[in-house]
């Protein structure tokens, strides 16, 4: 298949790392690859152009001579290997764009490209093929000769990233194919054999855009990074805020929908916010805002963040501007008020590792999509559900995504959020428990409930997050939020302290553990954490933590046989760097520690290929679970990754050098290069990091030199990632909900005699696309308790992913 991939719409971060994917996934399947620059104007436009300038009908390509043997066709891992020699390096940063491996491209918009041509395309924010918004392919015409172009170069598949509205051009495109197909054989420009070998256009769609404002899927590419440069900008105002006890209006970007607005006002712990989805009601909005800022500044807040998305409207569509905001809280409140607009700021940037992994995954499934695709099938829209990869059907996604625009210009608000996906009115009642203080808590007395907050293990980004969040909704509700300082040292010590609203105000951008953590297991002396239980009459139980947490729950539950103070609800909500917690794809820390390990490793890689050609051996933490070293290798493009899981072996390291050597004597000469090896700490205790390094400078001779560099507690990160506060916040709240649903539940038993069972002491885990609550009894089957991780890791295909996008043949 030749397929051809194109960016179209607004630029997003993640669009470079798309493109590499595909370009790469399809070259592993025997395709041959295309790129379509500037949009779908590049399609219309073609390589007219260059052929008149040059005269040549068919512009080489400088290497195009090195045939590439499609991989598929004999099977051979040699195949992988010759295809290397395709393409020659990165787009040449002249300025103009016009350059793609040293092959010049002024004029042609429809270019073949190689393995190499996408190298080190991951960091780059943006979109290196260029992107743009076509008038010309909004008509007929216009796609005539997009369709025209096509068939002149052979191509009858389209990856296309963009938003909504690219995606409504795909979808049109694919249904006029057969006319068009047909009006450019009635009119001779192409042959009838052209014209029944392009029968059909497979079209596969992914989104790009910072709004998040796709239907159907819970993320789309960019919008992380989006939310990244917003939460940078909060955190560094929060403190300039503080200081001059102002108050701030942010606007960020987000014309029909307010994800990013709500997900900053989440993650950022703004007073409040505006989208468009969901206008203040009741009162006018103006009232309601000065009341609950009003109220922040009694309790004692020296600064106050508003956050206004750009499409923000009032319950009469009336657009709610940042300027008028400011005037109001100024008037109104007194308060030394200024606006800050983010702008494009929010588009650019390196993207985060989130945007560098979605991007690969779902490029991957793109590729497959269009090679299953048959002319029945429907167009499908890569998305992902929580932590797993879907397609869906494309315009089922656009037309819903529309519904939302038009429900909010019907003023049906309700039914715009229903139309959201569930994270995002999740989100939105994250936002309402946690911004602001009812003065009378909503339940009555004899269901407030005493609840213990503990910390477990070694600090992960987002456990203060969840914390705050727990510490707010109880607040709110009339419970007493009581934190356990030390783990279960610190309860046997009495240091157990009532947290405030206030207290845990800027908890949210704090890394590390504001309550103190240590591995500490309540075995040490369950009588007496039992006792202390009694004592303070703790009702309920939540511990922050990684695998010590759930060790920690099991010795708890266990003793409920003896001691009755256990009977009790009791969470535990997964937040380790390690991820290795059984069951759950994901623990809170492990995305700032993603983001940590590839800030480190850009730097590593740009100071590797700055001398001469070397290769970094990178040392991450991770335990004997190698999902940091894995997701990391994903995230920053790196050549090879030693796990736990999979050891060490001769027969390994001797195929990877042997890959490596192949991989350096493959690169343009004279042009140095880097490669990342990423390696767990404790992947082999006999082939250390020094081993490998050595063994690498050793065998690489005049080929390339190795050096290393560990990374040790810098993954813990310092300030936690958006998405693991937001995930914070959001988990830790549906952890209060099942706190209160299991105490009802024991409320309706006699006090001496209360028995909780087995399912009130439970993890709360996030498995493909669900959040499930597992009893921390059904964990114990799924737990390699051994090697302090699960027994099933859903990444282990990953390696094998990370070595075959560098190149690596695989093991047949
Ligand atoms: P963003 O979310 O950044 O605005 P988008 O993909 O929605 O991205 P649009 O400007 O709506 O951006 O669309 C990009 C391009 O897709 C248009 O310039 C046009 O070329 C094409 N396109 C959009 N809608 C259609 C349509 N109905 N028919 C044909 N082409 C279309």
Redesign the pocket.
């Known amino acids: 298949m030749k397929i051809a991939i194109l960016t ?5 971060a993640g669009m470079n790392a798309v493109v590499r994917s595909v370009v790469k996934t399809g070259i592993l399947k025997g395709c041959e690859m295309w790129v379509v620059r500037e ?3 590049g399609l219309v436009r073609g390589n007219k152009e260059y052929r008149q300038a040059t005269g040549t009908d068919s512009p080489p390509l400088t290497n195009e001579s090195s045939q590439i043997p499609p991989v598929g066709a004999t099977g051979s891992t040699l195949n992988i290997v010759n295809s290397l020699r395709f393409g020659d390096g990165d787009l040449l940063r002249d300025g103009t764009g016009d350059y793609l491996g040293g092959r010049t491209l002024k004029g042609r918009y429809i270019v073949r490209v190689g393995w190499d041509d996408v190298r080190g395309w991951f960091a780059e924010g943006g979109t290196l093929i260029g992107t ?7 008509t007929h015409e ?2 005539l000769a997009a369709a025209h172009n096509l068939v002149k170069e052979g191509i009858d598949a389209l990856v296309i990233c ?12 694919r249904a006029e194919w057969p006319k068009l197909i047909e009006e450019l054989r009635s009119q001779s420009k192409i042959t009838d054999a052209q014209a029944s070998a392009h029968a059909h256009l497979k079209i596969v769609g992914l989104v ?4 998040n ?1 796709m239907s159907m899927t819970d993320m789309t590419i960019g919008a992380p990074t989006a939310l990244h440069r917003i939460c940078e900008a909060i955190d560094n105002i929060n403190s300039t805020a503080f200081s001059h006890s102002r108050a701030f209006v942010l606007e960020v970007m987000g014309r029909h929908c307010g994800w990013l607005a709500l997900l900053a006002g989440v993650a950022g712990g703004a007073d409040f916010i505006f989208i468009p989805e969901q206008p203040p009601k009741g009162k006018p909005w103006e009232d309601e805002m000065c009341e609950a800022i009003q109220h922040h500044r009694e309790i004692g807040k020296r600064k106050t963040i508003v956050i206004v998305a750009e499409g923000a409207i009032d319950i009469e569509l009336n657009p709610i501007k940042a300027d008028y905001v400011k005037d109001v809280l100024t008037e109104r409140l007194g308060l030394d008020t200024r606006v800050t607009t983010l702008g494009h700021t929010q588009r650019g940037g390196r993207p985060c590792a989130w945007d560098r992994i979605l991007p690969t995954l779902q490029g991957v499934d793109a590729v497959s999509a269009l090679l299953e695709s048959t002319p029945e099938t429907p167009s499908y829209m890569i998305g992902v559900r929580e932590n797993k990869i879907t397609r869906v059907p494309l315009m089922e996604a656009v037309e819903m995504t529309r519904a939302v625009a038009q429900a909010v210009s019907d003023k049906d608000f309700d039914k715009a959020m229903s139309l959201r996906d569930p994270e995002f009115a999740e989100s939105l009642d994250g936002f309402t428990a946690t911004a602001s203080l009812t003065k009378v808590p909503n339940l009555p007395e004899g269901q407030r409930i005493r609840i213990a907050l503990m910390h477990m293990g070694a600090p992960a980004g987002g456990m203060n997050a969840a914390t705050r969040a727990a510490v707010r909704y109880c607040l709110r509700q009339g419970h007493t939020p009581l934190a356990i300082q030390n783990g279960f040292r610190g309860l046997l010590d009495d240091n157990v302290i009532e947290l405030s609203w206030l207290g845990v105000d800027s908890w949210m951008a704090r890394g590390g553990s504001e309550l103190g953590t240590n591995r500490t297991l309540p075995s040490v002396d369950l009588g007496a954490v039992a006792a202390k239980f009694q004592q303070w009459n703790f009702q309920a139980l939540m511990i922050i933590g990684g695998f010590e947490a759930f060790n920690g729950l099991l010795i708890l539950e266990d003793g409920r046989k003896h001691y009755p103070a256990f009977h009790i609800p009791m969470v535990h909500l997964p937040a380790t760097i390690s991820n290795n917690v059984p069951m759950t794809e994901y623990s809170l820390g492990s995305d700032t520690s993603l983001n940590a390990l590839v800030d480190a490793c850009d730097a590593i890689k740009q100071s590797a290929s700055a001398s001469r050609n070397r290769v970094f051996v990178v040392e991450t933490q991770g335990g004997r679970c190698g999902y940091i070293a894995t997701m990391g290798a994903l995230a920053t493009g790196a050549c090879l990754v030693y796990t736990p899981e999979t050891g060490t072996t001769l027969d390994m390291l001797r195929r990877d050098v042997k890959f490596l050597k192949t991989r350096y004597n493959l690169d343009v000469k004279g042009k140095s290069e880097g490669r990342l090896v990423i390696r767990n700490e404790v992947s082999s205790s006999v082939y250390t990091t020094e081993v490998l390094t050595n063994m690498f400078k050793e065998e690489g001779g005049s080929l390339f030199d190795a050096r290393s560099a560990s990374l040790g507690h810098t993954l813990q990160g310092g300030i936690p990632s958006p998405m693991d506060r937001q995930r914070a916040v959001r988990l830790s709240l549906k952890c209060m909900a099942f706190i209160e649903r299991h105490h009802a539940l024991l409320q309706q038993q006699p006090a001496k005699t209360r028995h909780a069972t087995g399912e009130s002491a439970a993890v709360i885990t996030i498995q493909a696309s669900s959040i499930e609550w597992v009893p921390v009894q059904e964990m114990l089957h799924h737990a390699d308790m051994v090697n302090r991780r699960g027994k099933h890791a859903w990444w282990s295909n990953i390696k094998e992913l990370v070595e075959a996008l560098a190149g690596k043949p695989a093991l047949r």
Request: net charge negative; glycine share 26%.
């Open positions: 179209s719409g607004g630029d997003s949009g779908y104007e743009a918004r076509s008038k010309a392919f909004r216009g796609r963009g938003g909504d509205g690219s995606l409504t051009g795909a979808d049109v495109f790009g855009s910072i709004d404002d």
